[in-house]
């Protein structure tokens, strides 16, 4: 399967949460495509959600940007997808690769308002126009040597994780400002079953639990290098910097503590996001 479409599914289920979120706040939201146009339905399954909700949320606005290059059917499918469309959506299709997205989301007013980007490409002026939105948040796709997260915290996204992916060579990246839209992007990822790699470079099959023992040692080091470390900058840890979602790291962190590797204040209660927790030496 190719990278490419990989990152499909995930795009399109973390929109179909993203834009009620982005409608209620800003009541206008822009949804921008960059990539080569070879899966008209990527675009396709965009145009159909965002008349959807643009159909639940009355006085709303959504502009929808296709970025391709080289693609025959897109046109001819778009134009039949926006045959249907409740006026609140405007879509724009523009010949071109992703490194033209500064320009597209300018034509289209997207600023000031939530954009959320899929893009096939680690351009850096790609990634920098979508950073610049309000709520800016991003899917990319690129090669397996790609540092996706350096690369998105450089464009401008305040968190950013990556996973690389086992069966395919490439990985996927996700910039955003939100913890909520980043552990729920991670949940998409794992929804679709790709087997992706733990922090020591095994491979790690999604499930609803996994062998928590790569994460525990990965959180040990975490602490050995930055102690003590409170629930929630765990979590965050996890999420942002191995392929795990925020989930197993609260199951590791009991592991942990079940073991005796670590202690936590305070001693008892919920393991709520401000309990401290710190290695024992």
Request: hydrophobic share 45%.
């Amino acid at each position: 399967m190719p990278i490419e479409t990989v990152g499909h599914a995930p795009f399109l289920r973390h929109l179909d949460q993203w834009l009620p979120t982005a409608l209620r706040r800003a009541r206008r939201a822009t949804v921008a495509l960059g990539y080569d146009g070879s899966a008209p339905d990527l675009a396709e399954q965009t145009v159909r959600l965002a008349g959807e909700h643009a159909a639940r949320l009355r006085g709303s606005r959504i502009t929808v940007l296709v970025l391709a290059e080289g693609t025959e059917k897109l046109p001819a499918r778009l134009g039949a997808a926006e045959a249907a469309l409740p006026a609140e959506v405007a879509v724009h299709l523009m010949p071109g690769p992703p490194s033209l997205l500064p320009v597209a989301l300018r034509a289209a007013g997207a600023a000031g308002a939530p954009v959320l980007s899929y893009l096939e490409t680690d351009d850096p002026v790609a990634l920098t126009a979508a950073a610049a939105g309000r709520a800016a948040e991003a899917l990319v796709v690129a090669g397996a040597v790609t540092a996706l997260r350096a690369a998105l915290i450089d464009a401008g996204f305040a968190l950013a994780t990556e996973v690389e992916l086992v069966d395919v060579d490439g990985r996927l990246g996700f910039g955003t400002a939100s913890d909520r839209s980043l552990e729920e992007l991670k949940e998409a990822l794992w929804t679709y079953g790709s087997r992706l790699r733990d922090p020591y470079g095994e491979p790690l099959s999604p499930a609803p639990r996994v062998d928590p023992a790569p994460l525990c040692r990965a959180l040990l080091d975490e602490l050995t290098r930055h102690s003590p470390r409170t629930v929630t900058e765990l979590r965050r840890f996890a999420v942002t910097a191995t392929a795990y979602r925020a989930v197993d790291a609260v199951r590791a962190i009991t592991a942990l503590l079940d073991s005796g590797q670590v202690t936590r204040m305070p001693e008892q209660g919920r393991l709520g996001g401000d309990v401290l927790v710190t290695p024992v030496r």
